[in-house]
């Protein structure tokens, strides 16, 4: 019986018909939210946003690498388009169609599903963190927030398993650097910023994200310049990547600026022994140099930036590093006090002001977020959760020396590192871009090294 009705849905739903049944509601919603980023929110859905909304899903049903592309062009385009609105909507509308997808054709043509060794580590802090909401101040946000981490885990389980080859994967990196590219343009030559002494900043935006999307985007438009073969690509590459450099400086986001000159370091480093590596890691450290310098004399660097950079060895109250420095004190205490379970998960701004009010740290103010993803992790989960979480970096770390491209090897490192570096000074393991970078950095390790298929012989069920 069960056959039959599998046999009836395979003949309704065909790749040529691309699940169009299945994505009815999708389409609506999709349509709707891009009317809304268009500003008709208040006139309903016009046939135009409608019309758009129809093909872009059909697109994607019959195409669910356009679905992923466009999920990470869009995400590093959250800084730029909160004035407008839409971004993360849209990205869930996307990724909540593409989702509908995965799940109709696992359950009717009964397709594995493809799990990694990092998936499975972040469905047991998913858990641990549900399960800290009965020790929880406010076990309703715990609960919230473990639903969004689902979300992050079915993003992340989904470009596992549609992205098949390198080709794809070099698709969805260039659409991530793309969306990365167009944000830091508007950012940059949108007046906001450019020979002012403002600090690149929106409405509900924080610059210190933004950056470390662009420092992320500028290591991985560096491998691309140097890969291809195309002067106008390469020509294309060097333009994006100065641009995207200025704006990390306009930014003055003095952790990434310390996260992507440290990581580099790092990585000369670690791959020091390799010659070929070496010559080519002198290729981004001139490109990272260039926009030092040509800034500099184009006024991009300015009093301010100068100001701002001296600030990171101040140890004056009314500067940030001073600042954050009191969050992590008062964060260090949460953790003496919760050092097994922690405060509950996304509970640390809860618990806040009860340990700056009996430490005396005031300076920081209230209600205050960890400014610290592992700091944060430890102290609402615990060392139970910590180590959980841990273990993604640490297992990443252990096969990133796997890579056998010696040039993809060394910028992966550096990316790798600048990643780890950038969230010691920010929170944002419940961002989209998060594990958006963390899939594309798990996907490389499978898929350059293919040889080492034992190294990944997790991956399927």
């Known amino acids: 019986m069960h056959s039959n009705i599998a046999l009836i849905f395979k003949k309704m739903i065909n790749p040529r018909v691309g699940f169009l049944f299945l994505g009815i509601f999708a389409i609506v919603s999709l349509a709707w939210v891009i009317g809304g980023m268009i500003g008709v929110e208040d006139y309903g859905v016009l046939p135009l946003a409608l019309v758009v909304g129809l093909l872009g899903a059909l697109l994607i049903f019959r195409f669910p690498l356009i679905g992923m592309a466009t999920m990470c062009f869009l995400v590093p385009l959250g800084p730029t388009t909160r004035l407008i609105g839409g971004e993360r909507a849209l990205t869930l509308a996307v990724g909540g169609l593409l989702f509908g997808i995965f799940v109709s054709r696992v359950l009717v043509f009964r397709e594995k599903i493809k799990l990694d060794y990092i998936s499975k580590i972040v469905f047991a802090y998913i858990l641990w963190g549900f399960l800290s909401a009965l020790w929880a101040y406010d076990p309703a946000r715990s609960f919230n927030y473990g639903i969004r981490l689902l979300q992050m885990l079915a993003i992340y389980v989904l470009f596992l398993n549609y992205c098949q080859d390198k080709r794809q994967l070099d698709i969805l990196t260039l659409s991530f650097i793309g969306g990365a590219l167009v944000s830091s343009a508007v950012a940059f030559f949108g007046g906001m910023t450019y020979r002012t002494t403002q600090r690149i900043t929106l409405s509900e935006f924080d610059p210190n994200n933004f950056a470390l999307i662009l420092c992320l985007a500028f290591i991985l438009i560096s491998y691309y310049f140097y890969r291809t073969r195309v002067a106008v690509f390469k020509l294309i590459f060097f333009l994006g990547a ?17 996260a992507i000159s440290l990581s580099l370091i790092l990585s000369l480093i670690l791959v020091f022994k390799n010659s070929q590596v070496i010559k080519r890691a002198f290729i981004a450290t001139i490109i990272l140099a260039g926009v030092i310098i040509s800034g500099y004399y184009l006024g991009v660097i300015n009093e301010t930036v100068v100001s701002r950079f001296q600030t990171l060895f101040s140890d004056d109250v009314s500067t940030m590093t001073a600042r954050r420095s009191d969050i992590w004190k008062v964060g260090l205490e949460m953790i003496k006090s919760n050092f097994l379970l ?6 640390f701004e809860v618990v806040y002001n009860y340990y700056a009010l009996s430490t005396n740290i005031l300076t920081a103010g209230f209600s205050r977020d960890p400014h610290n993803t592992f700091l944060g992790v430890i102290a609402e989960t615990g060392i139970v959760g910590f180590f959980i979480f841990a273990c993604m970096f640490i297992y990443i770390y252990r096969n990133i020396h796997r890579i056998a491209n010696p ?47 034992t190294v990944y012989k997790d991956k399927l069920l």
Do not use: D, P
């Open 242 to 258: 100065m641009i995207i450099g200025y704006t990390i400086i306009q930014a003055q986001s003095r952790g990434m600026w310390v």
């Open 342 to 347: 922690g405060v509950g998960l996304k509970n």
């Open 407 to 453: 040039l993809a090897y060394f910028v992966y490192t550096w990316l790798f590192l600048c990643f780890v570096l950038g969230n010691f000074s920010i929170t944002n393991h419940f961002k989209f871009y998060f594990w958006i970078v963390l899939v594309l950095i798990s996907l490389k390790l499978r898929l350059e090294n293919q040889a080492s298929l």
